[in-house]
Each structure stands twice: as structure tokens, then as C-alpha cells.
């Protein structure tokens, strides 16, 4: 089903259930008037009827009826002692009987209902009423009614006008509004056209022109351009990924290729020196024994080093397909503790400081112990790393619902220009680049552990003087009971 259908049907109907509740209303409205008049006159002539008594033709007393009067009203009581009904004479005269109720069911049956005898519609007032006979009260039933032809006429043609009036305004309604509704999504068509054309193509940078007014559909051009612009956009990003891709993989090989160039030479020196024989050798059993240790030494240190990148490859590659690790409550104070005792056995050339921990003391995040601890040693390290004199310093400080743990350090520092690219994989800032040892990996490690702890960095370095980072987390307000 189209929109201008969809919209055309939706309209119609909520059209449809207003007139049927208009016509309910006015219907209504008319009947309670109607009948309400009817109602009240018969209430009043019953409360005027009277149990007369007449002369029969044979002389016996004949009791009657008092007190209506018109020829649309008619009366009849019925006394259930005796078992006589005394009809008014109108009634009488047109051999009319109302049905008498049991009289066990009168006091339920009071009140107002029609009825409808020999084709004739009346609305009845029944009542049950108290009659003295013979000083004797017993009981009867009155009914008073009145011929209500006209009103049912008239009721009937004005629900027959009502609903003949609302399906030809519902039909006229949905005819044009199936017109009107076509007319105004015409300029879709033309959005379709446009946006087919720039699917087959090759080019986002088309937009689809429009000079119509800025109602709904002005607004979703709007909209169809922003979105090819953004678009564009992400397929410009994407073939910068693409190339950061290209870099990774490429620095990756490069930082492989080096300690198996390392691995390779002093294997093949190791197998040549080995398969030499002893005459031909010029080297001493013990400079062969010398160069043996060195070279296994070297062998070693390359093949730790390629473990430690091959494990910072899987943290990254873990992180780039999404997956996160348990979290639960983390008690700072034992935390950093320990992770302060274990950095002092870091190797290093600068003074180790540890700041009070005692306000850290009760005090809880979500996250991963152990993640946690990988991510302060990845700061602590590189702080040693680029301090080969001076201090390094580790504290913490508190800001509104968080707290910061300040890693501090006075070695080299870096450019401002440098600092957005330090979390950027295998990124080495040029003065470290050759002098100190590492990867680059290790602070993108970091800022992964710290965005899934939904925290932030901060940093501030002057070169020369120093580097000192902040990492804010957000405090658990609701630790757990111990």
C-alpha cells in the first residue's frame, strides 16, 4: 500500500469515527429530548389517575378510570387480588390491552419501556399503586402510554439522514483527499528519481535540488542531502581507515622483520661458527663459548620483545572486534598499592615517588583488576622509559563524582603538536624514535582499557620539562559490603 493511500485511509477513518460520534451525539441529543417530554407528561398523568366508580347498564357499580386525558395517552390498571383489569375508555374503545407484569417482577419492572402492539409503537410508565376496596388495600399495577408513531418516524428518517449524509461525506472526503494526497507526494517521485540516479552512480557529491517550500517534503530533501553528505564523509573516513590499515600492517611487518633479522643472523652465525672444524677455526674455545652466550642473549631479548608485540597485536585486535572483559567493584586503595610496590621493581634510572594513598581508602570503580593494573604499568613504564633522570611520581586526586590518578614524570617531554597522536597505533614521537625502546603500541592498549572503564585521559607535557597524565574514572557510589 502506497503513502498517499496509507495517509488517504488514515484520514478517512479517523473522519468516519468523528461523524459517527457527531451523528451519535445529535441522535442522541434529539431522542433525549424527544422522549424526556413524553416522560414527564406521563409521570404527571399518573399521578393524576383515579379508581372511579360507574353505573352499568344493569345498574351495578363499574369501577373506572380518572384523569388522563388525549387521545395519544391511555391508562389501565390492574388489581392482582381480584384479577380485574379496568382499562381507560380509549383503550376500550380500540380493544387495546398492555401486558400485565407478574407481580412478583413488578418492583423490578417499574418505571419506563416500550412496547410495541399491533404494529404501533407506545412508550409505557408503569407503577405499582395501593387500592382501597372495600377498606381493604391491595395491590395493583398502573400503566399510563402514550402512541409514540411520530417520534419513531422521526427518529428513523434522522438516523436514516445521518448515516446517508456521512458515507457520502466520507466518500467525498476520501476521493479527495486520494487526490490531494497524490497532488502533494507528487515531489517524491522526483526525490526517488534523483536517489536512484546517484545509487547507479559513482559520485556522493551530487545533491538533489530543490526549490519548492521548506514543509515536509522540503525538509526530507534536506535531510536526503545531509545524509549523502555524510555519506561522502564516511566513505572519505573509510579509505582513511583503509590507509591507516595499510600503515598498520605495514609498520607491523617492519617491527616483525627486525628481531627475525636479529633471530636469522645470529642463528646462521651460530650454525656457521658450529659446523666449523677446529682446525679451521681462528677463534679460542672460549671466544667461541663468548660469542655463543651473546648471540643466544640477543636471540632471547628479540624473541621477548616479538612476544611482548604479538601480545599487544591480540589486546588490539580484541579491542577492534568489540570485545570487553567482566567488570565488577575494584577497591582502589589495595590496587594501586600493589600496583606501586611492583613498579619499583621496574627497571629504571629515576627516582620512584608514591604520593599519599590513604584518601583512596574506601573508595570503589567498576572495572578489571587486572586490566586496571596493565593500563597504569603501560604510564608507569613509558614514564621511566622517557626519564633517564629526574623523578617519576604517582598519586591520585579527586574532581566531582570522579577520581584521577596522576602519573607525573620530569624526563623528556613532548611537542603539544604530538600530543593527539600519542594513542595512535605504532606512533613514536621522532625525538624517541632509535633511543628508547618499544613499539608504539602500548598507549592505544591503554586507551581501549580506559574507554571500555568509560573514563577519560588527560595530558599535559612541555618538552623538556616533563609529562604528566590524569586518568579520570568515575567513582562507584555504592560499594560493596565486605
Do not use: C
Amino acid at each position: 500500500m502506497s503513502i498517499r493511500l496509507r495517509l488517504t485511509a488514515w484520514y478517512s477513518g479517523i473522519l468516519a469515527i468523528m461523524l459517527l460520534v457527531l451523528s451519535g451525539v445529535i441522535y442522541g441529543f434529539v431522542y433525549i429530548n424527544t422522549y424526556g417530554d413524553l416522560k414527564d407528561r406521563l409521570i404527571n398523568q399518573a399521578n393524576q389517575v383515579q379508581l372511579k366508580t360507574g353505573m352499568n347498564y344493569d345498574g351495578t357499580l363499574q369501577p373506572i378510570l380518572g384523569g388522563p386525558a388525549g387521545q395519544s395517552l391511555f391508562a389501565q390498571m390492574y388489581i392482582y387480588d381480584l384479577n380485574k383489569l379496568i382499562p381507560s375508555s380509549n383503550m376500550t374503545d380500540i380493544n387495546l390491552e398492555f401486558k400485565i407484569p407478574a407481580k412478583e417482577n413488578l418492583n423490578s419492572q417499574q418505571g419506563f419501556q416500550q412496547a410495541s402492539y399491533g404494529g404501533n409503537p407506545f412508550l409505557i410508565y408503569q407503577k405499582a399503586v395501593p387500592v382501597n376496596v372495600n377498606n381493604s388495600s391491595m395491590p395493583a399495577v398502573l400503566q399510563v402510554a402514550v402512541y409514540t408513531g411520530e417520534q419513531v418516524t422521526l427518529l428513523n428518517r434522522l438516523k436514516n439522514i445521518l448515516l446517508a449524509g456521512s458515507f457520502a461525506t466520507l466518500l467525498a472526503a476520501f476521493t479527495f483527499g486520494l487526490f490531494l494526497a497524490r497532488k502533494a507526494m507528487s515531489p517524491i517521485g522526483k526525490v526517488i528519481e534523483a536517489a536512484n540516479g546517484i545509487q547507479t552512480g559513482t559520485d556522493l557529491s551530487s545533491r538533489i535540488e530543490y526549490d519548492g517550500p521548506q514543509d515536509e517534503i522540503g525538509r526530507l530533501i534536506d535531510t536526503v542531502n545531509n545524509m549523502l553528505g555524510r555519506m561522502e564523509g564516511f566513505y572519505t573516513g573509510l579509505e582513511e581507515a583503509y590507509a591507516t590499515q595499510r600503515r598498520f600492517v605495514s609498520d607491523a611487518s617492519h617491527e616483525l622483520r627486525t628481531p627475525l633479522t636479529t633471530i636469522r643472523g645470529n642463528i646462521d652465525l651460530l650454525q656457521k661458527i658450529w659446523e666449523m672444524e677446529p682446525d679451521d677455526s681462528r677463534m679460542t674455545e672460549a671466544e667461541i663459548r663468548q660469542l655463543s652466550i651473546e648471540s643466544v642473549k640477543d636471540i632471547a631479548d628479540e624473541s621477548k620483545r616479538m612476544s611482548r608485540l604479538v601480545a599487544d597485536m591480540l589486546s588490539l585486535a580484541r579491542a577492534d572486534t568489540g570485545r570487553t572483559f567482566d567488570i565488577e567493584p575494584v577497591a582502589l586503595e589495595p590496587m594501586m598499592t600493589e600496583v606501586a610496590r611492583r613498579a619499583s621493581f621496574l627497571p629504571r634510572q629515576a627516582e620512584w615517588s608514591v604520593g599519599e594513598m590513604g584518601q583512596l581508602n574506601g573508595k570503589y570503580i567498576l572495572g578489571n583488576k587486572d586490566y586496571l593494573q596493565q593500563m597504569l604499568f603501560i604510564f608507569i613504564d613509558n614514564a621511566f622509559k622517557y626519564t633517564p633522570e629526574g623523578e617519576v611520581t604517582l598519586d591520585a586526586v579527586f574532581y566531582q563524582n570522579q577520581v584521577g590518578i596522576r602519573i607525573s614524570d620530569t624526563g623528556i617531554g613532548m611537542d603539544k603538536d604530538e600530543v593527539p597522536h600519542i594513542f595512535d597505533r605504532f606512533y613514536r614521537a621522532d625525538e624517541s624514535r632509535g633511543i628508547t625502546e618499544g613499539i608504539g603500541l602500548g598507549l592505544s592498549i591503554a586507551k581501549w582499557i580506559i574507554d571500555e572503564h568509560q573514563g577519560s585521559v588527560e595530558v599535559v607535557t612541555r618538552q623538556g620539562e616533563g609529562t604528566t597524565f590524569v586518568i579520570w574514572m568515575p567513582l562507584l557510589f555504592a560499594p560493596p559490603l565486605e
